[in-house]
DNA sequence: TTCTGACCCGATCAACCAAATTGGTCAGAG
DNA sequence: CTCTGACCAATTTGGTTGATCGGGTCAGAA
């Protein structure tokens, strides 16, 4: 079996089992047969069970990246924040694993938890102090809005709906979703019309391949 | 020594011993010490250490619930849905042992949190459904906000904040606050001086005392 | 060369018991 | 009468041992 397709089986098996039964009780053996090969053929990729778990995560994160790109790309407002942050929370919240991560929900990380989560600030400060004074730039942000501040709303705002996700349905969690999305717009975003929307996606492409380039480290 | 004050003291020190060591490792002689009286004199008022558990839920809601009252009554535009809101979440953010039972922390609250912790819902939806359907009544939210999601959103926000309050500074979680309450404002609420802020506030009274009432059922 | 699965051994778990702890009681002190 | 703290029963804890499990390896199958 060629190596990368066999990877991605080993990464879609462990998030799966992961999610499932938690890290401490999910063994590499049952990885291995979930993804349909042995014990043995893991370790010819993986030096250790941490190390999977390090590179799922990475891994992860790259796809979550690459997936909230695609959509920003797609849509003719993608350069405006509230679009950003609204495909960003919506495919967080379609990954348990990385929704997991992001809670540090110790019934499924386990003792890793402990072991600080490597790397998590990528995906708890996507949006970023940085990528929200650049947002500003290009006057796509009102003056008067703190980069921190706002950066550090949307990180609670996400914490809360990652955390209240399961008690609310998903119907329920789009329209909550939806007026976040709005009150963004609303007060954050200059008036309709306004601000560089070309400039916002070139910065969000480039916070993207910044992310993804030190992943990929 | 009189009941009320005795019973008060009992409280406090439950309180704390409950935030800092959780419930299951405060025994109820560590909580006599503590409230100066003995073991004995607490079973001369509760129960059992379940019922006192109860009892002080019960108490730590009903003085949440008056000093956000209180809050909002001193407060000029105190009828307003962003003031309410930020009364709200300001005193929440300063209970400790409100935020582990909103959070469900099962370090402070042990196995208490899986035997169903009664009437949470209190806590959790304080600003419900009915009630912002009055605040849009009084003209105070724009009538094409649905109650529901922004009853969630409310929520959802709360949750956020308490979840990430201790990883955030006191000073940061402030400034996130007034930037919630801000958007709350302007895309919630009808432009500045519309609505009839008397009768948000007389409605959020009536709020208070309804559920007052119901917790001291 | 690629991959398997039996094997190794340290870590974990289950079972057990004795000691300590704690929720709850109550005779009697104050 | 109010309240205390010694007391009891029941649960929990700490410590031990033997069995099991699971991460990691590697001889050899395919």
Known sequence: MAVAVRTERIFD?????FVRYGVAKTTVDEIARAAGISKGAVYLEFRSKDALIEALVRQEMRVYVAAVLAR?????DGGRLSRIYQHSARELLARPFLRALYTRDADVLGAYVRRGV?????TRSLLNNAFVQRLREANLIRPD???EVLSQVMGVVSLGLVTAGPSLGGTALAGVLDLVARMLATTVEPPAGQGDVEAGRKAFAELCAGIDAELAR
Chains 1, 2 share one sequence.
């Open 13 to 17: 098996a462990a998030a799966e089992l």
């Open 72 to 76: 920003v790309e797609a849509d003719p």
């Open 118 to 122: 490597p790397r998590q600030e990528a």
């Open 145 to 147: 809005i703190d980069a």
